[in-house]
């Protein structure tokens, strides 16, 4: 089951030593030789597909995320902006509403059920996402606007770009991950598709991922 003998494998073994070594990583320790990972995502045709969330799950991953600050999921022209927004889990995020009229979000998903009642500007207490998972969001005014925040608990996840379907995230430690790809074309209450993941001490890890069952 190992592999990379080279490699220090103290973080990937029992969870007594987890902790002593999520610190080393933090301080610098072996973080020196975080390289590149490489994902190319395609729909089921091979097509490059955009706008796909890619992140690396493991255990270690767990133990260095830690919650963003000033994060937004603003109403514009009747619209979320951003449509996809990616947090990590314990983020507080303010709805601030730039348009005129008033909106009344709310979320319905297991991972965070919330409203913001009929409101304008910004409401004074932000929404904290606590519980991994998808939250679709929705007005009760403007049935057209469908909002996403995707709350995960890693550091290491980035966006596939347009065109090319790549995604690039800088960085990864060396080890096991679970690497999983999220779409808002997936069906809803869909898990993320998962792979298995390992980065080596040194070179760029590569992978790609064909999403099927995308909604049109
Ligand atoms: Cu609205």
Redesign the pocket.
Known sequence: MTSGGARPISCLGRTGRALLCAGALAGGGWAAQAGPVQVEVADAAGKPLADAVVFLDSADARKLARPLAGVEMA?EK?QFVPGVLVVTAGTEVLFPNR?T?????YSFSPAKKFELKLYTGTPSNPVLFDKTGVVALG????DQ?VGWILVLDTPYYARSAAATGRVLLDNVPPGTYTLRTWHTRMPVGAPAQEQALTVPATGTATASVRLTGLQP
């Open positions: 109403q009747r348009d009229v008033r909106h009344h979000v007005c009760n005014i403007h606007m």
